[in-house]
């Protein structure tokens, strides 16, 4: 069980177009789902936390005109790149919670990630 | 400031022995520490979890112990094959706002 899936798993594009990128829990319903960037050799940062229903809660840095997140259903979050360019090349991988917090065991279960390249 | 540092070397060991990983941090008070494994090209996956009211947590093979008067945990794998070989990372879980801060991770490698 805690499947979560992403969809594409790699994707290369024109510097100036928009990418978006779907993440979905498939045998559980998710409140919160996470989006993450990871450079080569460097480790998970949090871009921004996503909330069934309302706006996505972004980290310092993160630009939400840039990174456009919809959480429009408990089993679906999507991530667009808005106007690409090469720096925004990286591997974007989400995760979602579960089992509830209030169980003490609440952990991430992460997406096996999407290989953004922007030429 | 805030840190959480992971070993940046790998660590290789022959296969058999017990392999010992080490996450530190300075600067939070984590209600929760986790640790996933990660293979390159892929999203990480959910291994144990440790409170901070716990001292030690096993499970099969992998044991976790956490200090919070020293702010580390240790991840312990016994018996290493090869098929443990990949990145390791240590998160801390501050417990109100479900998010996670991952350290950098640390690479085993396991000789056969």
């Known amino acids: 069980g805690a499947v979560v899936s992403q969809h594409p798993s790699w994707v290369i594009c024109k510097s100036g177009t928009s990418v978006k990128i779907e993440c979905r829990s498939l045998d559980f319903q998710a409140t919160t789902m996470f989006w993450y960037r990871q450079f080569p050799k460097q480790s998970l940062m949090l871009m921004a936390t996503?909330?069934?229903?309302?706006?996505?809660?972004?980290e310092q840095g993160v630009e939400k005109d840039k990174f456009l997140i919809n959480h429009a259903s408990l089993t679906l979050s999507t991530l667009t790149v808005t106007s690409a360019h090469p720096e925004d090349s990286s591997f974007y991988i989400c995760s979602a919670s579960f089992p509830p917090r209030a169980s003490g065991q609440e952990t991430q279960y992460f997406g096996p990630g999407t290989r953004l390249l922007v030429l | 400031s805030q840190k959480i540092e992971q070993n940046s070397e790998a660590l290789n060991i022959q296969e058999g022995k017990t392999a010992t990983l080490t996450c530190n941090y300075t600067?939070?008070?984590?209600?929760?520490l986790q640790w996933y494994r990660q293979d390159p090209g892929r999203g990480p996956v959910f291994l144990l979890l440790i409170r901070e009211n716990e001292k030690e947590k096993r499970k099969e093979r992998l044991k976790v112990t956490f200090d919070t008067t020293l702010k580390q945990s240790l991840f312990h794998i016994t018996a290493s094959q090869p098929a443990d070989s990949a990145t390791y990372l240590c998160?801390?879980?501050?417990?109100?706002?479900?998010?996670?801060?991952f350290g950098s991770g640390t690479r085993l490698l396991v000789r056969p």
């Open positions: 996503s909330n069934e229903g309302s706006k996505a809660t972004y």
């Open positions: 600067n939070y008070s984590p209600a929760y």
């Open positions: 998160a801390l879980d501050m417990g109100s706002s479900y998010k996670l801060i």
